[in-house]
């Protein structure tokens, strides 16, 4: 057996992650703030989440440990930025021709919201892989107040309204491929338009009336634990629901709708774990180089995944980066 | 050594590329930018804010870079080439 086989993709003690930088290893890490606090400098960036999912076992939330992605062994060179909300549109504008960039935000901060509004917009978006996650916290901390963080660990820095981001180059030959996997399927009952682009909603077109979808919602038992879902041509994209308030009659989401887009609310999935076993068999078929995964926090909350075992290994996130903000998708890179 | 196996797409001039981005044929890629950007393509062109052969200049470039990835995509649509 090869004992010099690449560490990553899973859980590590702060002491291996530790000698893995010092080793000069490209790392994404995702772990609790304390202990990405007392990591070294060197070439990685990080986000704060303590809820992992996890191959060949139960996932959980785990603040003893931090998750490890390793990419040295795939990219040639890399180069560590940081990005706040005026310089954010320019990410993809840096890095390497041939590559990938992997960036972390932290959840529901300005930087978060612009980019979600704004990405698509971004230029040279789409020319390589724009991946990443959203950095979140304990949820019941989170609802308290204590804020999602990101490291770039080349400086030792840590952020709470910024962006760190891993510009990565692959050798020629190679390409980063980015891919996304989403069990949930739009219900056509209900077409939903917004008239503008936003995260809160109150009065929209609901099957070509105005209606006021919090009330419509209550009104028809809408299970908010599913995402809404626009359809782009075949790539279906979620918006996950935040939260109900009662008192203006508005809806917030963790992603914002757009103007022109139809969203649907989705048909309900008995087990998501079971649903993404279907879903995956297919999609898999034809990967042979995954070197990074990550899952929404709703989909391990709402689909047990403390409890289930869905074939890989991954930290959990407020939101994942494909390109644009996703909420509610497993989202992965390949080589290929 | 692993021998690199090159993957080969179909000529520009296939009136198939045309159809692609003016959504006459409706191919749902299972790639996802393939998937974003196709929609893109016939919705600017239907506003007239690009041009057929633009978009098919980028789709192109597109399917070019992630050539494996494409493969059971051009069966369908190009059958051979």
Redesign the interface.
Known sequence: MNETILKTNQLMTPAEVKELILQGNALVLSGEENLLKELPRGNWIGGTIPYFYLQGQNGRMDKEHIFVTNFSDHITDSEIRTYNNDDISNVCLKGFDNGFHFIILPALQKIHLNFALNAPSFPNLMDNPLVGLIAGADLDEFSKGKLARVFNGATGKMYSDEAVVLHASLPPGKVARLEIINVFEPDATYSIEVPEDTFTVADCIINGKVENLHDFIIRNKIDIYYPLIADYAGAKINTSFQRLNAEKHQVVFYGPLFKGKTYYFAKPVQSYAHAFEQKIKTTMSNENQLIFNCNCILNYMYGELDKNDIGFSGPTTFGEVAYNLLNQTFTYLTID | MEK?QVYSIPPKDRQEWKMLVTSKIEH??Q???L?????EY?SKIAQGNMSVDQAIDEIYS?CE??N??VQ?DFKKIFNNW
């Open positions: 690199e749902r890629f790639n996802f930018v998937q974003m950007k196709s929609a016939s597109l870079k992630y494996k990835a059971l």
